[in-house]
């Protein structure tokens, strides 16, 4: 069984930094990854994601960086330059197989997810 989980989120200041990592074990193959995020009372949003190519939603490109080591089924997102309206639970997903322009935002394309860890920005 697959199982992500993510670490690294924490309460920072707007304009700080900070580093989310998700590692998962159990998985063999060609995979994707990507982070959504979830905020009180809103839906699940996608943030960005790592196959082939990269990919980031218009709110946080320019300031998140997201990358993999392979070696050790991880994923990074480095968010820098955040702002309070980043404030939410960040979410590691897994899909197996290829992600492409047209699938990398969807949720339902993913076939595993982490827990989820908190991000805090105040202002």
């Known amino acids: 069984q697959v199982q992500p989980v993510e670490s690294g989120g924490g309460l920072v200041q707007a304009g700080g930094s900070l580093r989310l990592s998700c590692m998962f074990s159990?998985?063999?193959?060609?995979?994707?990854m990507g982070w959504f995020r979830q905020a009180p009372g809103k839906e699940r949003e996608f943030v960005a994601a790592?196959?082939?190519?990269?990919f980031y939603s218009d709110a946080v490109n320019g300031r998140f960086t997201i990358s993999r080591d392979t070696a050790k089924n991880t994923v990074y997102l480095q968010m820098n330059t955040l702002k309070p309206e980043d404030t939410a639970v960040y979410y590691c997903?897994?899909?197996?197989?290829?992600?492409?322009?047209?699938?990398?935002?969807?949720?339902?394309?993913?076939?595993?997810w982490g827990q989820g860890t908190q991000v805090t920005v105040s202002s």
């Open positions: 790592i196959s082939r190519s990269t």
């Open positions: 997903a897994v899909k197996v197989g290829l992600i492409t322009t047209t699938t990398a935002r969807l949720p339902r394309v993913y076939d595993y």
């Open positions: 159990g998985r063999t193959g060609y995979y994707g």
